[in-house]
């Protein structure tokens, strides 16, 4: 099956950034990398699973959250099957678990990774 491995989760302070990646691979015969919708969920501790950022499987869409749109930027580079999420002007509603999600074109069909951890502290 597809396998996403997230990375680059940390300690950051207030206003600070971070780069989040996310390894694509395992993709079935006849599929590609550019075959998925990519995006970026976060989850807090006791709260839902939330999207905050997603781009479409040619790169030329992309939707955020309204609590992230012109902080974030998320972004995917198809000869590493890697998608990206750059954030800055970190705050204390940051601090998540960040997932990444691969999504088949055309379907309904998710794939997730393990997560990452992000937490915004001075």
């Known amino acids: 099956q597809v396998q996403l491995v997230e990375s680059g989760g940390g300690l950051v302070q207030p206003g600070g950034s971070l780069r989040l990646s996310c390894v694509v691979s395992?993709?079935?015969?006849?599929?590609?990398?550019?075959?998925?919708?990519l995006g970026w969920y976060r989850q807090a501790p006791g709260k839902e699973r939330d999207l905050v950022a997603e781009?479409?499987?040619?790169?030329?869409?992309?939707n955020y959250a309204d609590s992230v749109k012109g902080r974030f930027t998320i972004s995917r580079d198809n000869g590493d099957d890697t998608v990206y999420l750059q954030m800055n002007s970190l705050n204390a509603e940051a601090t998540a678990v960040y997932f990444c999600r691969a999504r088949l074109m055309f379907t309904s069909r998710d794939y997730w990774g393990r997560g990452t951890q992000v937490t915004v502290s001075s």
């Open positions: 781009i479409s499987a040619n790169g030329a869409s992309t």
């Open positions: 395992g993709f079935p015969s006849g599929f590609t990398f550019t075959s998925y919708g």
